[in-house]
Each structure stands twice: as C-alpha cells, then as structure tokens.
C-alpha cells in the first residue's frame, strides 16, 4: 500500500510537470501555475514524513521551476528536518533565496479565493456545496423555526446565501406559501429578481399551474406580484399590499419576509414605511445588513415591538434573534466599477461609455475617514489590498509602517498564506490608509491620487 500511495504521488506530481512543460514556449498560464503551486504544497502538507528523497526533490524544483526560489527554499527547509536534500541542490536554492516576494505576491494577486480557512469546521447535512460558516448555522437554524433574526454581516460574508437558503424552505413547503424580499431600490429589485430566477430556474417545472416562481412589483413595473411564490419589492409597495383590503388573502399567505439593507429604517424620509411594515408584518423576518451601527439595540427595539402586537393581539410574543459576524472570512468576490465617458482630449467629444473598474478606497469620501475612519462595511480583496499598498509605497516609500507591510516581510514565515493571515493584512493595509488620511493635508491629496481610477486623475 505504501508503495502505491508513492507511485501515485509521484504521478501527480509528473503530471503537474508535463503540464508545466507545456507551457514553457509561453509564460505559464496563472491557471496552472495556480495548480502546479497548490499541488506542490499539498504533497508536502499531506505526506510529509511519507513521500520519498526523489518526489521531495522534485516538488522543490518544481516550484523553483514556477519562478518562486524563495518559496521553494522554504520548502526544502522544511523537508531538511526529515531527509536532507544534497549540498548542490540546496546551494542552488540559497543563491536566489531573495525572491519571496514574487510568491506572496502571486497568492495575493491571483489566489485570494482559494486561501484556505483555519478554523475547521465540520459538513452540515443542510448544505452539500461547501461548509457554512457558524454564524450562518445559527440563522439557518432559526429559520427552520420559522423564527425572526436580525444578521449584521459584513458584505461579501454570505448573507446572500442565507436569503436562498429562506426561499427554498418556502419554495419546498407548499405551493401557496409566499415569500417577500423587500429591497429597497428598484435596481436592487430586478438584480434580486435576476439572481432569484438563476438560483432556481430547475423548480420552475416544480409548479402547479398558475403558479410562477417570481414576481416583481414596483412602482413601474409589475410581473405576477400575486400568483408568484417568491415576490421581490420595494417597501412602499409592500406597505400599499399589506394594508389594502383586496390583498388580505394574499397577505395571509405570505409565510417569510426578508427585509435587505434594514438600516435603510434609519432615513429621514423612507424610514416610517420600514417601521410600518414591521409593525405590520404577521409572519418570521429576516432582517439583513451590513452596516447597523449597534445591533443588540436596534434587535431590542423591535422585540419591543413584537411585545407590543403581543399584547394587542392577545398572543404569546415571538423571539428576535440577532446574529453578528464581524470578520469578514469570505473572499470578496464582488469587483467595483464605474461608468466613464471616452472622450476625445482635443475635441471634448463622447465617443462611448467605458467600463473602468473602481477600487475600493475610491469609494469612500476621504473627508469622512479622516472624522469617523472607513466605514465598517469596507472590504477589499487580497489584490486590491496588494493594489492599494503598491501605491501608497510609491508615495511614502521611507515610511517605516509603510515598509513593514511589504509582502515579504509580512508573510516572511509563510509558504502558503492562509485567510487568517490575508485577513491580518488587508486590516493593517486599511489602517494604514486612515492614519495617513489623519496625518496632513498633503497625504489627504496623496491618498485621493492612490483611491481614484486612472481614467479620473
């Protein structure tokens, strides 16, 4: 058996070579350099004390091969513990051993979404397509008790997921039960819609006739609102539905209710619709955002809410939950861009929209975060947080809290980086963009140049 299980690593590991050598009259596609890095690093993480003097060899050139020596000697270090690899072949390594950065740097730019979670968490029977998170056990368990809970959770940390999670309990339970999604724009309404119907397009044939899947209804625009199971809004319809007397069937059947961006309730001219329709609302909610300034009040207040129909209705009250997830552990899949005019410089004329994309940190309006610092939402991915430092760098290349973030230094002791420790930089990247907003005016002007695309300095 251990003879197999060496054969069958070094198969693996040949493959990864032929398929490198393939590549060798072009620079190696990031594809398979991602897979040949993965694969490398695996072998050694898995089979350690297991695999043989010629397979550790060739795992060490392999990844020298990529371009990643410093990388590579980490490596041969490590298997240095167990079975020491020739003089040669380590004096080889050592020559070059100044190329960390290239590494930490290629993981940063190209490997964000596979950066592995540390904390271990074990399959739940609900979910076959990747382990939730505990935070999202926590909602889903409410939901299956059909109870309320408001979730604070950064974007980009699975809240999406949740709300699918909620539709397919009602799409499962019985065609007449009605699920509502309130947005509360009209672009946000028929990008739900379009997600929803991508989602669940295989349980449109699931459906009694007269029956559809989802519906949308606002202000200038409605399809099927009543004869859908999952109908997406915006909170002024919904208050007309639930208060008007020709649509009390249809409000009975109404069975969940998931309210997105709940902290739009704060506004100054929106937000007594947000109230009523909690107040109006008979059936389990969820209460979605990712920017509630203190969630334990606000989850307190609308208990005292549901004491107060309690009361009026003569019923035993039910119990809001509030899950808060702060971290977000999740890679941030969602990329920012802009609309910009292609104008022509002699002329001033408009040849067409551009698609530029948009960091982050051009956002967020710098006044703001030198009063209040970034906004708790703001998240960024490995690469952009790698983007972001490169250009404060060419700005304060001799600062020294500057220079300690420098990916070499940073992940110095790291083969693979983790998401804890990607997570660690992207808070020291974002704090560092603070203190040097705070610090003088010419930084502010500095940081403007770093945050703005391009196409707008």
Avoid at 104 to 131: T, W, Y
Avoid at 257 to 282: A, K, N, P, Q, Y
Wanted: charged content about 25%.
């Amino acid at each position: 058996n251990r003879s197999s299980d060496h054969k069958a690593r070094q198969a693996k590991l040949n493959m990864c070579q032929k398929e490198l050598e393939s590549c060798r009259s072009e620079a190696p596609a990031q594809f398979w350099k991602i897979h040949l890095f993965l694969s490398c690093h695996s072998l050694v993480d898995e089979h350690l004390l297991t695999i043989n003097k010629k397979l550790r060899r060739d795992i060490v050139h392999t990844v020298k091969s990529l371009g990643f020596v410093g990388n590579a000697r980490m490596i041969e270090k490590e298997l240095e513990k167990w079975l020491p690899s020739s003089t040669k072949a380590r004096q080889a390594i050592t020559e070059d051993a100044d190329n960390d950065s290239t590494c930490c740097r290629f993981q940063l730019s190209f490997m964000g979404h596979l950066m592995e979670n540390k904390e271990k968490l074990e399959p739940d029977s609900r979910i076959q397509a990747f382990v939730p998170d505990m935070w999202q056990r926590k909602v889903m368990d409410c939901v299956d008790k059909n109870e309320s809970v408001v979730v604070s959770a950064p974007t980009s940390s699975g809240k999406t997921f949740i709300s699918f999670y909620c539709m397919e309990k009602i799409l499962r339970s019985s065609p007449d039960n009605v699920l509502v999604y309130v947005s509360p724009t009209k672009a946000l309404v028929n990008q739900v819609a379009a997600m929803v119907y991508a989602q669940f397009a295989h349980r449109k044939t699931d459906l009694p006739p007269g029956k559809t899947l989802c519906g949308v209804f606002t202000r200038d625009y409605r399809l099927q609102p009543q004869s859908c199971q999952i109908l997406v809004t915006v909170p002024e319809v919904l208050d007309i539905l639930m208060l008007s007397t020709v649509t009390q069937e249809w409000v009975r059947s109404i069975k969940y209710v998931i309210f997105d961006e709940i902290h739009c309730l704060s506004e100054e001219h929106r937000g007594t619709v947000w109230e009523r329709l909690l107040l109006l609302v008979s059936c389990p909610f969820l209460a979605l955002s990712a920017t509630i300034g203190n969630p334990e009040s606000f989850r307190g207040w609308i208990q005292k809410t549901e004491l107060a129909k309690a009361e009026a209705a003569s019923v035993k009250a039910s119990r809001i939950h509030l899950v808060v997830h702060e971290n977000a552990d999740r890679h941030a899949y969602l990329q920012k861009y802009i609309v910009a005019p292609d104008r022509d410089p002699g002329q001033g004329k408009v040849h067409g929209p551009d698609i530029v994309s948009c960091h982050p940190a051009g956002t967020v309006i710098l006044q703001r975060v030198i009063e209040r610092g970034l906004p708790k939402d703001f998240t960024m991915s490995t690469s952009e947080a790698l983007h972001l430092y490169d250009e404060i760098r060419q700005h304060f290349p001799k600062l020294p809290s500057v220079s300690a973030l420098a990916p070499e230094l940073f992940f110095r002791n790291l083969r693979v980086i983790g998401r804890d420790e990607a997570r660690q930089y992207k808070r020291k990247v974002s704090q560092l963009l603070e203190d040097l907003s705070r610090s003088s005016a010419e930084n502010v002007e500095c940081i403007r140049n770093v945050a703005v695309p391009k196409t707008e300095r």
